[in-house]
Every structure is written in structure tokens, then in C-alpha cells.
């Protein structure tokens, strides 16, 4: 089964839709940027459309190169103070700490779940692509709990947010890093997770027949943007998601899942 993203991300956005004609006033979402790079101008489009399917403001601040830590943290308590939620697109500047940046989104405008201060236990909402990854295994009918899990990664934006939600829902984790585990580990997986952007890394050689694979690994290779796992994986895989068209779509469309629960939240 290779799961279309954007029919998935299609049928969230027809929900969304309907929560959304139920709050009878303006929402806004802000974005904080930062550098000259066309891949972070594709996302940023992405989710301007997203934003306006969905009838919602889209404030976008961009750092300038001269800027520093301080004036970064500034800008985010600034934008927060007057929009319902707030992303910080990654990659920062080299010269701005991406960490006491990101620890001053506030929770409750926290959208991508990504204030390394708060807990996991004290968040509101789940990042976006750890939802996307076990709304996909959900929608493919792939039982968690009590399963085998490999999560490929262990960046803040996929790896260490999909170990941390697939073991709060029952299954066993382990993960590939530089640091820790073995490309062996994958073929007793009945789970694996792709995030490291290493394009192609996951050969049909290395996992069991059967396995479900969720590729959030997006990368350039030769013009094309590509998934961590070969797709001749798809030949041997019971499940798998296609890069692009897979996770990303369903991911965009969670940000904005999460804008609405952190919206009603705050109306409570």
C-alpha cells in the first residue's frame, strides 16, 4: 500500500474547514525567518496556501543577516504577542541559538510542539510530523501498539518527536543514529521511521517483508527531492510513503490541526 499525502492531507483540511467556520473571528499565524534559501521559501508557500484554504492570516517577520540571539527572541515574543500561534522556520541563522530561540515561543502558541523547555507530558499538541507519521500508520490500518519501532534520526523536527510519540502509544523504539543503533536493527522492525535526509539510505536489503515504512526524510538528490528509503523499498513494504507526496502534505495540514486545538485552548 503507498499512501497518497495529499488525498490524506485533503481530508483533513475538509475537517478542518468545518472547526474552523465555528470560531467567528480572525485567526493569525505567525513565521519567523530567517536567510536567503529557496527550499525554506517552498515551505513558507506551502503553508501560505494551507493558511488561506483554511481562511487564516499568515504574519511572516524576516531576521536580518545582522541579527543576533537577542533580537531574534525580541522578534518571536513580539510576533507571539499578536498572533494566535507561531512557527520559527529552521534552519536560523549560524550566529542566532536556535535553542533559546525556539524556548521562547510560548506554550500556547507553540504549534510545532518544538519549545526544547517544555516536557513532552506538558504539551498541548504533538509536533506535526510525529502526528503525521501515526496518522498515516493509522490510516493504513497498522496496529502500534506492542510493535517493533526504528526511528532513522533523531532531529527535534521528526526523530526525537516520533520515538517519543510511537512509545506513548505502546511501541517498542529503538533508534538509528550516528551514535546509537545498527542498520541491522531494521530488519526485525515491524515500524520504520525515515528522518535523517540521507536520500536513498534504506535499501530493500535491509528490512523484512511486510514492514511499514513512513519516510519524513526529505532531501535533494540530482534535482529531485527524494525520501530516505530506496522506493524499490515499496516492493517489499506492506505500507509506504512516496517523498514527496507522503508525509510532508499531512504534516502541513497537522500544523494547522494544532493551530485550531491551540485556538479553541485558549478560548476555553
Known sequence: MILDGRAIADDIYASLSARRANIKRPITLGIIVSGANPVIESFVRIKRRAAERLDIAMERVDLAESEDTASAIAEVKELASRTDSLIVQLPLLVDIDTNATLAAIPLLKDVDA?????????RPVHAPVALAVVEMLNRANVEIAGKSAVVIGAGRLVGAPSAALLRSLGA?????????????????????????????????E????????????????GGEIRGDADRACAEKAA???????????VAVALIFRNLLDLVEKAEE
Open 172 to 204: 517498542e523504539v529503538s533508534m538509528f543514529t550516528l551514535d546509537e543503533g545498527s542498520i541491522e536493527d531494521l530488519k526485525d522492525a515491524d515500524i520504520i521511521v525515515c528522518g535523517a535526509g540521507n536520500p536513498g539510505f534504506v535499501k530493500p
Open 239 to 249: 505500507v509506504f510513503t512516496p517523498v514527496p507526496g507522503g508525509v510532508g502534505p
Open 114 to 122: 518544538i519549545n526544547p523547555d517544555i516536557p513532552e507530558s506538558e
Open 206 to 221: 535491509h528490512i523484512k517483508e511486510g514492514v511499514a515504512i513512513i519516510d519524513a526524510g526529505a532531501s535533494e538528490l
